[in-house]
């Protein structure tokens, strides 16, 4: 059984920064991408940053250039550093995780941020 548990979300004023973190445990073997996803309110699930196995990062439109996503993978933790954070940046944000052999994909239960003076 793998879980992922993520950490971090919260209240913060526009311009401000947060960092999420992400900790996989369980029986997890070839893991492939580690990553986050978002979802405002009445909105589909939108991806945030994605870090593959070889460390090659994929970033969502709007969050290029203000969030940076990194990657243990001695502790099987992603992170997502958010900077200059907007309003429109509010939403759930899920940790993901897809593993191959066979392909299987994983979700955090999503933690709260909100932008907001």
């Known amino acids: 059984q793998v879980q992922l548990v993520e950490s971090g979300g919260g209240l913060v004023q526009p311009g401000g920064s947060l960092r999420l973190s992400c900790a996989a445990s369980?029986?997890?073997?070839?893991?492939?991408?580690m990553g986050w996803y978002r979802q405002a309110p009445g909105k589909q699930r939108d991806l945030v940053a994605l870090?593959?196995?070889?460390?090659?990062?994929v970033y969502g439109d709007s969050v290029k250039g203000r969030f940076t996503a990194s990657r243990d993978n001695a502790k099987n933790t992603v992170y997502l550093e958010m900077n200059s954070l907007k309003p429109e940046d509010t939403a759930i944000y899920y940790c993901?995780?897809?593993?191959?052999?066979?392909?299987?994909?994983?979700w955090g239960q999503g933690t709260q941020v909100t932008v907001s003076s």
């Open positions: 870090v593959t196995n070889d460390g090659s990062k």
């Open positions: 993901y995780l897809d593993s191959w052999g066979p392909l299987s994909r994983y």
């Open positions: 369980g029986t997890i073997a070839n893991i492939n991408d």
